[in-house]
């Protein structure tokens, strides 16, 4: 992906086979019912999130009027570097098989309304905010307060 903004409207983003996915300064929205994305088990990605503009240290973003736990899906066995948020307020985020999540990220920012890790996966989230060209989004971060729901 070139630098920029991308909005995937009332399809999916499907990554499967051995494809490889990467690029720096990059923000994805998905809009619509129909809109999520999947990375299969084969596939390698490699994104950071954009450094200005609407969707700033934002990677993935879920259109807040979608209904509850749509699926979004990591099987990918190289998604190492995933530097930004990965915002799904009303989706289910599954994280599978041998998954290698986060690795090579300063840092990563899951928001979602269920993260659910199957067997297998290593998933890293690193917090080193500081040493990211990536800027981070108001109420992530050291500054931020944390609210978990029972």
Request: without cysteine; charged residues 20%.
């Amino acid at each position: 992906f070139k630098p920029g903004n991308y909005i995937m409207k009332d399809g999916p983003l499907v990554v499967k086979g051995n494809a490889t996915m990467t690029g720096t300064n990059v923000g994805i929205a998905f809009r619509g019912e129909t809109s999520v994305f999947s990375f299969g088990t084969s596939t390698q990605v490699n994104l950071t999130a954009p450094k200005s503009g609407p969707l700033a240290g934002i990677l993935f973003f879920e259109d807040r009027s979608t209904s509850k736990n749509r699926l979004f899906q990591i099987k990918s066995k190289d998604a190492e570097r995933f530097e930004g948020t990965i915002y799904l307020p009303n989706a289910r985020l599954f994280i599978d098989k041998e998954s290698r999540l986060g690795q090579a990220s300063n840092w990563t920012a899951i928001i979602a309304n269920q993260v659910e890790i199957g067997q297998g996966p290593n998933v890293q989230i690193n917090s080193d905010y500081s040493s990211s060209s990536i800027p981070v989004p108001n109420g992530i971060g050291p500054s931020a307060s944390a609210h978990l729901k029972r």
